[in-house]
């Protein structure tokens, strides 16, 4: 029985990892960008992340609107296979009431509670418990400079930084965290496979999905699933909470701005890790 739960722990983990938020579109997963937040805590990862996939959306609707007479002149546009968006589109709508009946309320009670500062180094700490998976990947992809510069945060800020509350290595050393995951090595070599609108995470794809089951192995976090299978489950439930406190709003703008809002985040979704992948 025992087992039995444990694996289901660890499926939930998969899919909660295996995509970004479900309620921005985009992913990272483990859900990162390019720099930390300022000294007025005003711009979260997920924040600058959201930002890039609302620019996405705003040319994904531009696609949609003359995606007919495009394709008989030119061919198909570049998107993502959805052969399943059949059942897709009722998971995307589960999320899409998920954040408004439950994670937005639990997210906005909790930030009445605890100060925006307090709330940036949580997630702070969680991108520095992260490093392996940024270091490996960049080491796989033969990005040396960016392995290099991923090993002296993370000894900078697991230091200086208080265990990674802190940044000091963007802040006082200039060294801006490198956005690498197991997927985006994938990436190198094959293409996405096909969409997936997964429930509690969102936006994903076969090839992020796979490469989201290799980054859980990376951290130490199998050992946890095995062993403390319920703890972890509530440390990712918290995280979530934390992460969404800090975008309340942002979600709704993208999802104001979009004519069909699941074809919109599914586009930028796309379009949003190709870029991960090219740059």
Known sequence: ??????????????????GTSAFSGSSVAKDAASSLPDENGRRSYHTKEVMTVAQNIEDTQSVSEEETAFEQDFGTTETIPDPFETYNRPFYSFNDRLYFYVLKPTAQGYASILPERARISIK???????????????????????????????????????????????????????????????????GPGFYINAPFSGPTSVR????????????????VLQNYSYIYTGVKVFQAINNTSLAIGEYEDLKRSALDPYISLRNAYFQHREDLIKR
């Open 1 to 18: 029985m025992k087992r039995i739960l444990t694996g289901l722990v660890f499926l939930l983990a998969i899919i909660v990892g295996s």
């Open 124 to 190: 702070k700490f969680f991108y520095n418990l992260y490093f392996p998976v940024r270091f490996v990947n960049c080491a796989l992809q033969g990005k040396s400079t960016g392995a290099f510069t991923e090993l002296s945060r993370f000894t900078i800020n697991t230091t200086l930084g208080i265990a990674g509350f802190f940044d000091p290595a963007t802040s006082l050393f200039k060294l801006e965290m490198e956005d690498e995951d197991f997927s985006q090595t994938l990436g190198c070599f094959m």
């Open 208 to 223: 992020d999905s796979v490469g989201a089951v290799v980054d859980l192995l990376i951290v130490p976090t199998w050992y």
